[in-house]
Every structure is written in C-alpha cells, then in structure tokens.
C-alpha cells in the first residue's frame, strides 16, 4: 500500500515557477514507476511526465518538455516536480501516481494517486 500525498500548488504568472512535491508512505516507494498528471474541468487526465523507479527513465509530455523537470528522491521518499515558464495552459489540477512496473501515459495502470494540488497560471 502506497499513499500519496503533493503539495506546493499555487497561483502564479505566466512565466514564473512552481515546485510541486509528492510525499509517499511506504517502504516500497522505491519499487513503483511514478508519474505527475493534471486535469482540466472536462477534460481527461493527462501524464505530464513520469519516472522509472531508477529514476533513469523518464516521459515528458511534449507540451512540457524543457519547461518541466521530474526527479525523485527514494531515501526520501519524495518525487518532484519543477514547473517553470509557466504558462495558462498549465492551470490544472495535478495528481501525483504510482504503479509498478514501466512508466506508462494510461492513468488507469496506476494503483495509487494523491488528492491533487491547484496550480493557477494567470496571463
């Protein structure tokens, strides 16, 4: 059992910077490919990128790509999110997940997710 816990959501302009954090529980944290996703009013969740539980791989929307960077920290049981020339388009609510195996763009192949934080881009 893993849970999921991010924060570090907020409001920001258009070209600023935001950290998001994702806290896990669990001692197998390490074991789990994990992925950032976010999600408009209406629209389906997205994988904005994910990790190998190496932390070697990683999948980056093409949307974020060079804007966003993922990293995670197994001692600390903490992945990362570092969100930056943020934009409008960027306002969602993003979810922190895991699952084990490979990265994958499916949200339905991930077991565990986080509530989800506010990220708030104004032009």
């Known amino acids: 059992q893993v849970q999921l816990v991010e924060s570090g959501g907020g409001l920001v302009q258009a070209g600023g910077s935001l950290r998001l954090s994702c806290a896990a529980s669990?001692?197998?944290?390490?074991?789990?490919?994990m992925g950032w996703f976010r999600q408009d009013p209406g629209k389906e969740r997205e994988l904005v990128v994910g990790i190998s539980w190496t932390g070697s791989t990683t999948r980056y929307a093409d949307s974020v790509k060079g804007r966003f960077t993922i990293s995670r920290d197994n001692a600390k049981n903490t992945v990362y999110l570092q969100m930056n020339s943020l934009k409008p388009e960027d306002t969602a609510v993003y979810y922190c997940a895991a699952r084990r195996g490979l990265v994958s763009v499916s949200s339905t192949l991930y077991e565990y997710w986080g509530q989800g934080t506010q990220v708030t881009v104004s032009s």
């Open positions: 669990g001692r197998t944290f390490s074991s789990y490919a």
